[in-house]
């Protein structure tokens, strides 16, 4: 079993859809990070958090360690969002970054 | 800045030629990192520096090496291409404000797509 995974796999929206990307995890961690990689291929961070839940424009991620679980939302969705979102842990006993497989969305016009 | 830089962005070898992927930040960060992406497959660190003279292991190190002479540059080499090492290649840095390579934001380069034939 990976220690991390991601679902769906893959997502096609309609543009205006509210999305909803999980992630979790089987083991301890002291941080958890959501990325974006584009369709090109470059990655770009959008959030490290290691409790509650943060915000940063259209796009919402929330943790509950208790239950080992993410998800990263995104509201009001375009198709410009669509990419290949990743879920990466940071183990915590001094481990490095462990990563999901992503989730491939594509939000339709 | 120009941030995380990569060089090449495409290479072909065969099998057995050595080469060195290059990889260069602007942003005086601490950590640096390697990661290989194949298909289905999540990022997978190579190898990683917490500074300039330190290096250590990653998940999948074999074949590779590495080496921190300045802050700035993260050189990988490959040593004997294999077929195996075909993918794409991905360096990372991260400012270590909070103390470790994996607690604070990473900052990607584009990403090296390598074919071994």
């Known amino acids: 079993k990976n220690e991390v995974e991601q679902s769906p796999q893959n997502l096609t929206a309609q543009e205006g859809e509210f999305i909803t990307i999980n992630c979790s995890y089987s083991v301890g961690i002291s941080a958890l990070h959501w990325l974006q990689q584009h369709p090109g291929g470059g990655i770009v961070s959008l959030f490290m958090?290691?409790?509650g839940k943060k915000k940063h424009g259209r796009l919402i991620a929330t943790i509950n360690i208790q239950e080992k679980h993410s998800s990263l939302h995104i509201t009001a969705s375009h198709p410009r969002d669509s990419a290949v979102y990743i879920c990466a842990v940071r183990s915590g006993s001094q481990g490095n970054l462990i990563f999901g497989k992503g989730t491939k969305l594509s939000v339709k016009p | 800045n120009a941030g995380v830089t990569q060089t090449p962005k495409f290479q072909v070898l065969k099998t057995g030629q050595s080469m060195t992927l290059q990889c260069a930040q602007d942003m005086n960060h601490e950590y640096m990192s390697w990661y290989r992406q194949d298909p289905g497959m999540g990022l997978r660190l190579i190898h990683y520096?917490?500074?300039?003279?330190?290096?250590d292991q990653g998940e999948v190190p074999n074949g590779y090496n590495v080496s921190r002479s300045t802050t700035e540059d993260f050189p990988l080499r490959l040593l004997s291409a294999a077929p195996s090492q075909t993918s794409v290649y991905f360096c990372?840095?991260?400012?270590?404000?909070?103390?470790?390579?994996?607690?604070?934001?990473?900052?990607f380069g584009p990403g090296t797509r390598l074919t071994v034939l």
């Open positions: 990372a840095s991260s400012p270590g404000t909070s103390g470790s390579a994996w607690t604070d934001t990473q900052y």
């Open positions: 958090l290691s409790s």
């Open positions: 520096s917490v500074g300039a003279g330190i290096t």
